[in-house]
């Protein structure tokens, strides 16, 4: 697909405009210039996707595991041949720098083949029972399953979550998010490529509250795998109760990233720095809340500031960029809304705080990276998710204390330990509610570890063998042989 080309739906392995004609257009964070016109689906287009997928949900699940994995095998190949070109498509939509953009394909693609290379090892159990016979589990596809993915990392998330319901022979409907669809439609397309039947992947894209919520309450989709803010989770896991659908949903996080004064502190800065404004801080994991050890609090602050002034921004394609725009025009105000609230609730504006200086940048929706000290546990900038370049770095004295104001979050999804006493960090990473947590480095995502939020970021847990729980169904037969 080449950029600025009208981009279409993929239904039933066609390529097909929206029903009724609709558009919208794209626009490409770092120039503001227009990027792409896309399909605008409706209702109706969902229940085509829909009945497209349900009509090849009988076929998939026929095809043998074996067969099944060599499909996403082919696909992950394809992924890499065509690395480049889906690096700057999502560069350019999603105003991210070209080296990440190259990793998330890498991702991908490691993730298509993960999950094709555990689904033919994995089966059911044989249990013995308290009766003349023996019980044995299947894993049966669930069917269709509608994925809604946010824009933030659009390939990859859509990875996580296609990859295992595609090997464990569901068929799906993808719903990408408005600002970022492109490289789910190249996606769809290499899957044709593959080999995948026409009808077992389908890409519709359009507005969250038209063709997501379709989506979400049709009575053929028994799966809905959700990534996004919890607001939204909250009105799909609500939409999804009617018809009892499986439900994971992945969303906000306000992670802490705890540093102990025995740390290395030099490696817990320069981590702070990518672990805060990666992706231009419009990340899920983000380590936004920075707990500092009060003994080596001034001096991690300083080596902090520095730190994120020499982050260089930049346009996403070129290969020194460490960070990008902010996704839209809207969601750079929200951003600098949150710093306003911060100075105006007493937080210390240590740097950043608006646009870069730089004129050369005057055509993006750039933040410069922004750091608050002072910050105390009531204001916005520390209970909400900003999801933008912005911390909040705050002293504690002791463990406890430390454990206390990690907690002190809605939120449970992320977080880092930085500490060489190994104790510490155990009995810390076991007291600390969240989901995924890294020990003296910045993240903890790996491909077979499963990944997912405690309290209000999430239910259901990705990655990993985990993940094929969410889907599949377990059905468990009783064979009587008394004879
Ligand atoms: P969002 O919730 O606005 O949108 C996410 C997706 O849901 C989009 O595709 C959108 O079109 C769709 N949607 C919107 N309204 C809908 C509705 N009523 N019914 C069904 N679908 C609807 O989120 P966003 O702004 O795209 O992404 C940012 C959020 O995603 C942040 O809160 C971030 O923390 C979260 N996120 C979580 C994870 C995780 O793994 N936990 C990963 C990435 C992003």
């Not at 095998?73 to 070209?98: C, H, M, T, V, Y």
């Not at 890498?106 to 033919?120: P, Q, S, T």
């Not at 997501?212 to 990534?227: C, D, I, M, N, Y």
């Not at 902010?326 to 609230?341: D, F, K, N, P, Q």
């Amino acid at each position: 697909m080449s950029v600025a080309a009208e981009a279409k739906l993929i239904i039933d392995g066609q390529s097909v405009p929206a029903v009724d004609g609709r558009t919208s257009t794209l626009i490409e964070p770092a120039t503001g210039s227009q990027l792409a016109v896309v399909a605008a689906a409706g209702v109706e287009d969902v229940e085509r996707a829909v009945s497209a997928a349900a009509r090849a949900f009988p076929g998939w699940r026929r095809v043998s595991s074996r067969e099944r994995a060599q499909l996403l095998f082919r696909l992950a190949a394809l992924l890499r041949q065509n690395r480049d070109e889906l690096a700057r498509l999502e560069s350019r939509n999603a105003g991210k720098p070209i080296r990440d953009a190259r990793d998330e394909v890498d991702l991908a693609a490691n993730c298509f083949e993960y999950y094709g290379g555990a689904v033919d090892k994995v089966g059911g159990q044989t249990i013995p029972v308290a009766a003349p016979g023996v019980s044995l589990t299947f894993r049966e596809p669930i069917g269709v399953c509608a994925i809604i993915v946010p824009w933030n990392f659009p390939i990859a998330i859509t990875s996580w979550k296609s990859a295992p319901a595609l090997a464990m022979g569901n068929t799906v409907v993808l719903k990408p998010a408005e600002q970022t669809p492109l490289t789910a439609l190249r996606l769809a397309e290499l899957m044709l490529e593959a080999g995948i039947p026409s009808g077992v992947f389908n890409v519709i894209t359009g507005a969250g509250s038209v063709v997501g919520e379709a989506l979400v309450k049709h009575p053929l989709v028994r799966k809905v795998s959700f990534t996004g803010s919890t607001d939204v989770g909250v009105r799909v896991m609500k939409l999804a109760a009617d018809t009892i659908k499986r439900v994971t949903l992945e969303l906000g996080g306000k992670s802490a990233n705890i540093i102990f004064a025995d740390s290395d502190i030099d490696k817990a800065v320069s981590s702070a720095v990518s672990s805060s404004l990666g992706n231009a801080g419009q990340d899920c994991c983000a380590r936004s809340r920075v707990l500092v050890e009060q003994s080596v609090y001034d001096q991690f602050l300083e080596k902090l500031r520095r730190g994120f002034s020499s982050v260089v921004m930049g346009d996403p394609l070129r290969e020194e960029t460490e960070m990008g725009p902010m996704i839209t025009a809207e969601h750079r105000e929200r951003v600098l809304g949150y710093i306003r609230s911060g100075i105006d609730e007493g937080a210390e504006l240590v740097c950043g705080g608006s646009a870069p200086d730089d004129p050369s940048l005057s055509g993006g929706t750039y933040i410069a990276p922004t750091i608050f000290a002072g910050a105390k546990r009531g204001m916005r900038i520390v209970r909400e998710e900003i999801f933008g370049p912005v911390v909040a770095v705050m002293p504690f004295i002791g463990e406890q204390a430390a454990i206390e104001m990690a907690n002190d979050s809605e939120y449970g999804l992320s977080g880092s330990i930085w500490t060489r006493d190994i104790g510490r960090a155990l009995r810390v990473a076991r007291a600390v509610e969240t989901g995924v947590l890294s020990i003296n480095t910045g993240s903890s995502v790996h491909l077979g570890a499963p990944f997912g939020g405690f309290k209000k970021s999430g239910i259901g847990r990705e990655l990993g063998l985990a993940a094929l729980d969410h889907y599949s169904e377990m059905k468990s037969v009783y064979i009587d042989v008394s004879g």
